[in-house]
C-alpha cells in the first residue's frame, strides 16, 4: 500500500513539473528602434523576424521610441510584418516617448498595438529634405493619398479607427495613450513589457494562441555588422562622413602625397552606405574615385618631370 501511494505521489510530481517546465519555456523576443527608422532598421527586423520564427518565439514585441523615418524603409517592415507567421506587437516605449510619423504607420500595422503610459503617436504627414536644410512637408496629392490609403487598409485589417489613421497624415493628428485606446488605435496600455505579456495572453494572432503570461524575455541583439551599420546610418553620422570625406579629398588633391585623399574615398563611400545606397554602388563609387584619383596623381607626377626637365 505503501509503495502503491508512492508510486502515485512521485507520478504526481513529475506531472506538475513537466507543466511547470512546460509553461516556463514560452519565450517573447523584444526589438527595439530608438531612433529614426533606416535601411539598417528594415534589416533588424527582417532578423529578428526570421529569428523569432525559427526559434519558435510566441511573438516579437517591437518596441517604439522614433521621431519617424524614411517612407521606404517603412513600407518594407509593414510588408515583412504582415508576410511573417510570427505575431507582430508594436508597443510605444518607455514612458513619455513617441512614435511619430513612420512610427506610427508601423505600429499600426502591427498585429497588436500597445503604448506605455504618457507616450504620444501622430504626425504622419511625410516630410522631405528642403535646399535650406531641415525639411519641409509633401503635399503632392498622389503621394499622400497613396499613403492615406495604405495606413486606413492597415487600420482597418486589425479594426482599427480608420479615420484616425488618414487624419494622423493628413491633419498631422496627435494622440496620447489614453486617447488612442480610446479612440480604438491601439488596444492595450501597459507600463513595461511584463504587464503587457500578461494582458494579451490567451489573444489568438495568426491563427495562434499566445502563450505569454510569465514568459521568458529575450532582447534581440544585432551582429556586429548590423550594429555598425545602425551608427553610420543616423543621418547626422552619415551626412558628417560626407562632409569630412569631401574635405579629406580636396586636402588629398592640393597636398599630394598623404593618403587624405584614400581616407576621404572611404569617408564617402561610408556615409552613402549609411544613406541608404547599396553596399555594391558604394563600391563602385569608391573605384571609381579611385581611377580618377590615379589619373590626377599621373597628371601631377607628369607635370613635376616637365618642369624639372626645363
Same mark, same amino acid.
Do not use: H, W
Given at each position: 500500500m505503501r509503495a502503491k501511494a508512492l508510486f502515485l505521489f512521485l507520478f504526481a510530481f513529475l506531472l506538475l513539473t513537466s507543466a @511547470? =517546465?512546460? %509553461? =516556463?519555456?514560452?519565450?517573447?523576443l523584444v526589438l527595439e528602434i530608438s531612433d529614426s527608422i533606416t535601411p539598417v532598421s528594415d *534589416?533588424?527586423?527582417? #532578423? %529578428?523576424?526570421?529569428? @523569432? !520564427?525559427?526559434? *519558435?518565439?510566441? @511573438?516579437?514585441?517591437?518596441? $517604439? #521610441?522614433?521621431?519617424?523615418?524614411? $517612407?521606404? !524603409?517603412?513600407?518594407?517592415?509593414i510588408e515583412s510584418i504582415d508576410a511573417s507567421p510570427v505575431p507582430v506587437i508594436g508597443y510605444v516605449y518607455p514612458e513619455g516617448t513617441k512614435a511619430w510619423s513612420a512610427g506610427t504607420l508601423i505600429?499600426?500595422?502591427?498585429?497588436?498595438a500597445a503604448m506605455a503610459p504618457f507616450t504620444v503617436?501622430?504626425? %504622419?504627414?511625410?516630410?522631405? %529634405?528642403?535646399? @535650406?536644410g531641415g525639411s519641409e512637408?509633401?503635399?503632392?496629392?498622389?503621394?499622400?493619398?497613396a499613403i492615406v490609403a495604405l495606413s486606413k487598409e492597415k487600420a482597418s485589417k486589425h479594426d482599427r479607427n480608420v479615420t484616425a489613421a488618414e487624419l494622423f497624415i493628413t491633419e498631422n493628428l496627435n494622440l496620447n495613450a489614453e486617447e488612442a485606446r480610446n479612440s480604438n488605435v491601439v488596444e492595450y496600455i501597459a507600463e513595461d513589457i511584463p504587464e503587457l505579456l500578461e494582458?494579451? *495572453?490567451?489573444?489568438?494572432?495568426?491563427?495562434?494562441?499566445?502563450?505569454t503570461s510569465?514568459? *521568458?524575455?529575450?532582447?534581440? !541583439?544585432?551582429?556586429? #555588422?548590423?550594429?555598425l551599420m545602425n551608427i553610420i546610418s543616423n543621418p547626422i553620422i552619415s551626412s558628417l562622413l560626407l562632409m569630412i570625406g569631401i574635405y579629406a579629398i580636396v586636402l588629398g588633391i592640393s597636398s599630394p602625397g598623404a593618403g587624405a585623399e584614400i581616407f576621404g574615398a572611404i569617408l564617402i563611400s561610408l556615409g552613402l552606405i549609411g544613406m541608404g545606397f547599396d553596399v555594391n554602388i558604394a563600391s563602385?563609387?569608391?573605384?571609381?574615385?579611385? /581611377? /580618377?584619383l590615379l589619373i590626377l596623381e599621373l597628371q601631377r607626377r607628369d607635370l613635376a618631370y616637365s618642369v624639372l626637365q626645363e
Open positions: @511547470a =517546465s512546460n %509553461a =516556463s519555456c514560452e519565450k517573447v *534589416d533588424m527586423v527582417n #532578423n %529578428a523576424l526570421a529569428i @523569432a !520564427e525559427t526559434e *519558435d518565439y510566441e @511573438a516579437l514585441i517591437i518596441t $517604439l #521610441n522614433t521621431p519617424g523615418g524614411g $517612407l521606404q !524603409e517603412t513600407l518594407n517592415i505600429l499600426i500595422s502591427t498585429d497588436i503617436i501622430g504626425s %504622419a504627414q511625410p516630410v522631405q %529634405a528642403s535646399p @535650406a512637408p509633401i503635399n503632392d496629392s498622389k503621394i499622400i493619398n494582458q494579451v *495572453d490567451g489573444e489568438t494572432i495568426k491563427n495562434r494562441q499566445l502563450n510569465g514568459a *521568458d524575455i529575450s532582447n534581440y !541583439e544585432p551582429g556586429l #555588422n548590423l550594429y563602385l563609387f569608391l573605384i571609381g574615385l579611385g /581611377v /580618377v
